[in-house]
């Protein structure tokens, strides 16, 4: 069975740190890109991260420049999101997708396969 599976999320307070994992299993990561998405209640989902499966480049929305890191461990089948300087706009159901190109799109729709979401709280 073909699938992603993230874990990490859980409550934090206002300017802590939370590390998601996406890991896949059913098939190899290698050869897609990694897209971190997430959807606030009542928000559209959105575009948080992405990173390339050809040299491992990376793309971040403007909103978690500087305090996301994506980063991607092949030997493992699992694709990070470092999370520092949490703030509570930054609440939401987190997922991951992966789409089996070279560079990373961020479009929802090219996305293959997507995983359930964990749940982000940044609160105090």
């Known amino acids: 069975q073909l699938q992603l599976v993230e874990s990490g999320g859980g409550l934090v307070q206002p300017g802590g740190s939370l590390r998601l994992s996406c890991a896949a299993s059913g098939f190899t990561l290698d050869y897609y890109a990694i897209g971190w998405f997430r959807q606030a209640p009542g928000k559209e989902r959105e575009g948080v991260s992405c990173i390339s499966s050809s040299d491992g480049s990376t793309y971040y929305a403007d909103s978690v420049k500087g305090r996301f890191t994506i980063s991607r461990d092949n030997a493992k089948n699992t694709v990070y999101l470092q999370m520092n300087s949490l703030k509570p706009e930054d609440t939401a159901v987190y997922y991951c997708?992966?789409?089996?190109?070279?560079?990373?799109?961020?479009?929802?729709?090219?996305?293959?396969?997507w995983g359930k979401g964990t749940l982000v709280t940044v609160s105090s």
């Open positions: 997708a992966a789409e089996e190109k070279p560079i990373a799109t961020m479009r929802p729709d090219g996305m293959d396969y």
